[in-house]
């Protein structure tokens, strides 16, 4: 029996990145097993020399236990936490993805890392332990659910930076008293 492959490429053409930060904020992309948010672009906040970080939201949207893996293009630049695990039925799993520092943000905005999320259903009761490489495995008569995700830098403003320590600092001084 051959393994049946979900593939959801992102139809996103963001070429001319200016005002594209604006593009697939709400949406959701739908998989067979999971819905992720944010859909198609991953969006990472640039400054210089500092780690950029963003949260994708896994949903799993079946009444079984899944189990996904997060994959990237470069592992060398980029990773995600958690990496893999099961979600429960109905449930949700928030993960964080991070890009190492760039001294300067690439003329373009985009990011060279891409992202697959592989996800296929567990036993019940699974747990993160349970999880093997051929649970993944295609040739393995699988069902295994593949979304990609794009990445981009959006610009962070001096000011708005200023305003987020200024806010921080304000509610340290707080929890102080």
Request: charged share 25%.
């Amino acid at each position: 029996m051959a393994s049946v492959i979900a593939t959801i490429e992102n139809a996103l053409d963001i070429q001319g990145f200016p005002g594209s930060e604006f593009l697939g904020s709400t949406n959701i992309i739908a998989g067979g097993f999971l819905n992720l948010h944010p859909s198609e672009l991953l969006k990472f906040p640039f400054q210089p020399e500092k780690l950029s970080r963003c949260s994708l939201q896994l949903t799993n949207k079946t009444d079984q236990f899944i189990a996904f893996k997060v994959q990237t293009t470069n592992p060398m630049e980029s990773y995600v936490t958690p990496k893999n695990g099961i979600i429960l039925p109905r449930s949700v799993c928030n993960a964080i993805v991070t890009i190492k520092p760039q001294n300067e943000a690439p003329s373009d905005m985009q990011c060279k890392c891409k992202f697959k999320v592989l996800s296929t259903i567990a036993p019940n009761g699974a747990t993160k332990k349970d999880i093997t490489i051929s649970m993944f495995d295609k040739e393995d008569d699988n069902v295994v659910e593949e979304l990609k995700l794009r990445a981009v830098y959006i610009p962070v403003l001096e000011e708005s930076l200023e305003d987020s320590s200024l806010k921080e600092n304000m509610e340290s001084e707080l929890f102080i008293a």
